[in-house]
């Protein structure tokens, strides 16, 4: 539940920032609120997209055996763990122009009055995010070791909304405690840890399927420290693949991915000049507010 609410919450505050920079920028002036339907419209169109691939992973699910359906849960579990990490590296190398690439590409719609390259830019970026949210929930709700109900799944999805927009309002506020430098370095590490996690539900199943051989299993056993049939241990599981007693073959699986992630962070940064990509992200333009 956890993970599904901190995964909404997230990728909701992007989707967020993204129309929230249009939807200013088209505010500020009489020509560009012509544009605002168009916008809107940008919105929806990217939603229905986002949830057109979440009824073809529901339906491709439904199609196949139970081995058929293992194996799907592997891949979904690998190939959110992947976005994920392509996502943080995104936003350290873009993050810093994002404000002034999706400003252009408005700018250009706006003279030449084609309405609907708005119209298809917003739906992208919606789409983009709502994709990826798609993905990340499908892949964690099925690396679970049991299964959740529905409900508490929506639930959690609704609380994750709500929060992104509190803590959009909260950023807004340009704060000193909260700003979008801080968000995006937390939710940065918590993203990377999340993937991590499933990563390591991917090398459960794997090895349940006789597919990766443990090597040693276990390495050692901590569950007198901290089993994850506890609060905090679940915790742990769900958001950073901590385990008991792991196989040797999952621990070196686990410290591959952070020496990939941690080359591909240095390699971020090196192409971005001065600070970070996500350091000053800012919203609201100089003569409109929101």
């Known amino acids: 539940m956890e993970q599904v609410a901190f995964i909404v919450w997230r990728e909701s505050v992007e989707a967020l920032l993204v129309v929230g920079i249009l939807y200013a920028w088209l505010r500020a002036s009489p020509e560009g609120r012509r544009g ?11 939603l229905l997209l986002a949830g057109a691939l979440a009824l073809v992973l529901l339906g491709v699910a439904s199609w196949l055996s139970d ?7 592997i891949i979904m579990a690998l190939v959110a763990c992947a976005l994920v990490v392509q996502m943080v590296i995104w936003m350290r190398q873009h993050g810093r122009s994002l404000r002034r690439q999706l400003e252009t590409g408005a700018a250009q719609n706006l003279g030449g009055d084609h309405w609907w390259g708005l119209l298809v830019l917003v739906m992208i970026a919606v789409a983009r995010e709502g994709s990826e949210t798609v993905v990340f929930l499908y892949g964690t709700v099925l690396s679970a070791p049991d299964g959740n109900a529905l409900g508490g ?17 909260l950023l807004q506020l340009g704060g000193r405690v909260i700003t979008w430098r801080r968000f995006f370095r937390l939710t940065e ?42 609060t905090l241990g679940r915790v742990l599981a769900d958001f950073a693949g901590y385990r008991a007693y792991p196989a040797l073959s999952q621990v070196l699986i686990w410290l591959a991915y952070w020496g990939v992630v941690w080359w591909l962070l240095r390699r971020a940064s090196s192409s971005v000049p001065g600070p970070t990509a996500a350091a000053r992200v800012q919203v609201a333009p100089q003569k409109s507010s929101f």
């Not at 605002?36 to 990217?46: D, I, K, N, S, T």
């Not at 081995?67 to 849960?73: D, K, L, N, R, V």
């Not at 991917?202 to 049939?229: C, K, Y």
């Open 153 to 169: 799944l929506l639930l959690a999805g609704f609380g994750g909304f709500v929060a992104a927009l509190f803590t959009f309002w």
């Open 189 to 230: 590490i918590l993203l990377l840890l999340l993937a991590g996690a499933l990563l390591v539900s991917a090398t459960d199943r794997l090895i349940s399927l006789d597919i990766l051989p443990a090597l040693m299993d276990p390495v050692w056993d901590s569950s007198s420290l901290l089993d994850t049939q506890t």
């Open 67 to 73: 081995t058929g359906q293992e194996w799907f849960q």
């Open 36 to 46: 605002l339907p168009w916008l809107w419209g940008g919105v929806g169109a990217g």
